[in-house]
């Protein structure tokens, strides 16, 4: 694992960081254990989780800076992207790791305090709940594979602060997401997207980010209740 992440890390121009490896392997090792007891993840063995796990995460590190700043992960799951964002990217401010699952918060605070990832904030909230405390408040949200874009920008848009900005880790319809939600992405405050698109190192997957910049607050009457959203996602 370690030179299959010291060679991606390169490739993706990234600086692995002292004790990265270390940490990655202890987080595949609690991963691994918990998954055979849990659903966690489909994807498992060293490669393919430093691979399609652990370097694609650290790919949003290529697109966005996230030094300094406070982050949420919406729809974590096993802690996706954001433990491996917290590995690679020490001077991150602290990051919120925000999941409906119980069983997966329980997970991610025993693995995060194993790993001594004191900045860390594992949450067992719905997102659209969670917003009316910690509503406009990070300066940054992400997130990975969790829903189709236009329902997930109501979920996230509005955690995040004006100047900050929302980073969807996509597949290869990342586009079609996007012009799907583009009407909804103007409602809740923000600007036009970008897309970046990147190459997984040592596959042949190549992914979409699409980075959302908080241009102006999200009215007040989103988020709305999550099955008013799946039901009728904004347009």
Do not use: W
């Amino acid at each position: 694992m370690d030179e299959i992440l010291k060679t991606g890390f390169e490739q993706l121009g990234l600086a692995l960081p002292d004790g990265a490896a270390e940490l990655f392997r202890g987080y595949y090792e609690r991963l691994d254990e918990s998954n055979k007891v849990m659903n966690l993840t489909a994807i498992t063995g060293e490669e393919d989780t430093a691979r399609l796990h652990f370097l694609d995460c650290a790919a949003l590190l290529t697109a966005v800076d996230l030094r300094g700043k406070s982050v949420v992960d919406v729809g974590t799951g096993a802690g996706f992207p954001g433990v491996p964002l917290l590995i690679a990217c020490p001077e991150i401010a602290g990051m919120t790791l925000l999941d409906s699952l119980g069983k997966r918060i329980d997970f991610l605070r025993s693995c995060c305090a194993q790993l001594g990832l004191d900045r860390a904030e594992p949450v067992h909230a719905r997102a659209e709940e969670f917003a009316a405390g910690r509503r406009e408040s990070y300066d940054a949200a992400v997130s990975r594979a969790v829903a189709r874009l236009d329902v997930l920008a109501e979920l996230a848009l509005p955690l995040v602060k004006p100047g900050g900005f929302f980073a969807a880790m996509k597949g290869p319809r990342g586009r079609e997401e996007l012009a799907e939600a583009a009407g909804a992405i103007e409602k809740l405050g923000g600007a036009p997207a970008r897309v970046v698109d990147y190459a997984v190192p040592g596959t042949d997957a190549v992914h979409s980010l699409i980075i959302i910049e908080k241009a102006r607050p999200t009215p007040k009457q989103y988020p709305r209740r999550f099955a008013q959203i799946k039901k009728s996602p904004l347009r």
